[in-house]
């Protein structure tokens, strides 16, 4: 099997060396880059099966890259960003223009280790699913979800969802009148399970309802099942 490969922008060079190190033992191969513009050409000129991406970064920031990133038509790079800062509105920005997952300095390589392994497992098993000849389209409603283009549309109108969004909705639309709790959300979508986590899934149902309801405070959709989780209704 060819080994995976992950792109490191990052400034610190400790972090930097600790980071290359762990994925090494991951058996990864890959390649540390310390600014943002020498790492963005890196990431749009490679074939790289993931960016890890630090947030604040000489010449060009990893938000900057992550949004050009997002903007192209090419193949998906999942992104990991890496962030000093832990106020929510940072971690918003990041998980909106499109990062995967996020770990706050100072992390562990360990958990490190669990959120690579992670996000890669995620990527295998929906690109597997949206591979597979059936149910590339779902329809609930005015919804509509295109997997193979990767697109949404309400009443006809394309919706813009980040990578993260998609995957939640998909998961929710293939199983509709299924309630799901937060951790099993956290886990399934996610990857991981941590209590501690588990406001990341409602911000994204938040996020979502407001792109996808007419109405988010009285979601036709994605329903609260209050006291235990949340379910996606289908409609005739």
Request: with cysteine.
């Amino acid at each position: 099997m060819t080994p995976r490969r992950v792109l490191v922008i990052e400034d610190d060079p400790d972090i930097g060396r600790l980071v290359t190190l762990q994925l090494a033992e991951l058996g990864f191969e890959h390649r540390l880059v310390g600014d943002g513009v020498t790492g963005l050409a890196e990431a749009e000129g490679g074939r790289w099966d993931l960016l890890i991406l630090d947030l604040m970064l000489p010449r060009l920031d990893g938000l900057q890259i992550c949004k050009r990133l997002r903007s192209r038509g090419e193949g998906y790079l999942p992104i990991l960003m890496l962030t000093a800062k832990s106020s929510e509105l940072d971690r918003v920005l990041g998980l909106e223009l499109g990062a995967d997952d996020y770990l706050t300095k100072p992390f562990s390589m360990l958990e490190l280790a669990a959120r690579v392994k992670a996000i890669l497992r995620r990527q295998e098993h929906f690109e597997a699913a949206t591979a597979a000849p059936v149910s590339t389209l779902i329809e609930a409603g005015e919804l509509r979800i295109d997997l193979d283009r990767h697109e949404v549309q309400v009443s006809g109108r394309s919706v813009d969802l980040t990578a993260k969004e998609f995957e939640l909705l998909v998961h929710f639309a293939r199983a509709p009148g299924r309630v799901f709790t937060r951790a099993q959300l956290l886990d399934q979508v996610w990857g991981y399970t941590h209590s501690g986590y588990e406001h990341t899934v409602n911000s994204h149902i938040n996020r979502l309802r407001n792109k996808i309801e007419r109405d988010p405070a009285q979601p036709a959709h994605i329903q609260t099942v209050w006291g235990v989780g949340y379910r996606f209704a289908s409609q005739s």
